[in-house]
């Protein structure tokens, strides 16, 4: 399937650091180098300048991976809100259907580093149920994570289209976020006889491999009190043996920008805003979700997916002042995407839809 392409993604700008001047550079970018978000002039409503060591607490942090080598999918994640540091992983029998879950939460950063950013720096965590080191440099991530049912040690090499953007959040607040795929993944995932996966309580040894494929999602800011988001991730070989890579997203772009954005074999198409539409608020698997563009006439692209769940991860915290209600589900896609003439068909595609509420 050939794609007819009007939009070069190198035409993007490459800046240095997201805040000059004191304020956050705005928009789509080829690569921003550098989140120097301690720059950020940020004012109280008395108008009065915020120290660094305010703006370092207020600010929210968290990345996503998910690396498929079938049938196993393992996403796993480390956030923190400063006030609370929380890790978690999964692993997903793509055949089976099961799902293992391993969690862990502390207070404020005990135990836990968030040095640099996306392209120079560190993220880990230590909690008896589960360690978590990131190491980010600009050619690739290194994940190390060990927890009670599986270890996982992997190099990811990075994508030289990934999609990076900032925007306005509220009136004083921003968020920046990278999403991208990896274009090489090396390293091995140990299932360990205490899961549940395991054949006769033995170790399994699972080697990724040229097919393993892997995607993050990276992001920091200042987001509002109370914040609310959709998200649809699709990371999969198509029938004709393309590689796809999708991320659509409602709720936290709230002006001038999406981070929608897809990938055929790496390179990089941008997408418009879409609405997800959800009725099974009963938390029942058995009803679809609908994700779709409404093409006004501007616009050369039609979105038109249905999400059917098969099984969710769900968390739910109330600390009064900090409250989050997270549900990952995962699931099969349906439906079409056209760019221009083309079409990409999506029959009962395996991905991950988000449904998530945060009070921070």
């Keep these: 399937m050939g794609v007819v392409k009007d939009f070069n993604h190198s035409s993007l700008p490459i800046i240095n650091n997201l805040i000059e001047d004191g304020q956050p550079v705005f928009g789509i970018f080829q690569q921003v180098q550098n989140i120097n978000y301690l720059n950020y002039q940020s004012y109280l409503i008395s108008q009065k300048r915020l120290p660094d060591w305010r703006k370092d607490l207020k600010v929210n942090q968290f990345c996503f991976i998910q690396i498929i080598e079938l049938p196993y999918r393992i996403c796993l994640a480390l956030a923190t809100i400063k006030l609370a540091t929380s890790a978690f992983v999964y692993l997903y029998n793509d055949t089976t259907q099961q799902l293992e879950v391993c969690e862990a939460l502390q207070p404020l950063t005990h135990k836990a580093r968030f040095l640099g950013d996306h392209y120079q720096g560190q993220m880990s965590f ?26 996982l040690a992997a190099k990811l090499t990075r994508n ?91 709720g936290v772009n709230e002006t001038g ?41 501007w616009s050369n692209v039609d979105i038109d997916l249905r999400f059917t769940p098969i099984t969710v991860y769900k968390k739910t915290d109330n600390f009064g002042v900090v409250a989050s209600i997270f549900e990952q589900w995962i699931g099969e896609y349906s439906g079409e995407i056209r760019l221009q003439e083309q079409v990409i068909r999506l029959d009962k595609v395996l991905g991950l839809a988000e449904d998530h509420f945060a009070k921070w």
Aim: with cysteine.
């Design 257 to 297: 920008a999406s981070e929608n954005a897809c990938w055929l074999d790496g390179e990089i198409y941008h997408l418009p805003p879409v609405l997800f539409v959800r009725k099974d608020f009963d938390s029942s698997a058995q009803n679809s979700w609908h994700i779709y563009h409404q093409n006004l006439g």
């Design 160 to 250: 030289v289209q990934p999609l990076s953007i900032c925007t306005p959040t509220g009136r004083r607040g921003w968020t920046f976020t990278q999403k991208e795929p990896f274009t090489t993944i090396v390293g091995e995932l140990l299932i360990k006889t205490s899961s549940k996966m395991t054949a006769n309580h033995q170790d399994e040894l699972v080697r990724f491999s040229e097919t393993t494929i892997a995607n993050l999602d990276w992001t920091l800011g200042y987001m509002r009190h109370e914040t609310n988001w959709f998200w649809a991730s699709i990371n999969s070989y198509l029938a004709e043996g393309r590689h796809l890579v999708l991320n659509l997203s409602m």
């Design 126 to 151: 230590s909690h008896s149920k589960l360690s978590l080191t990131l190491d980010f440099d600009p050619m690739q991530v290194s994940v190390d994570l060990d927890s009670q049912h599986l270890k």
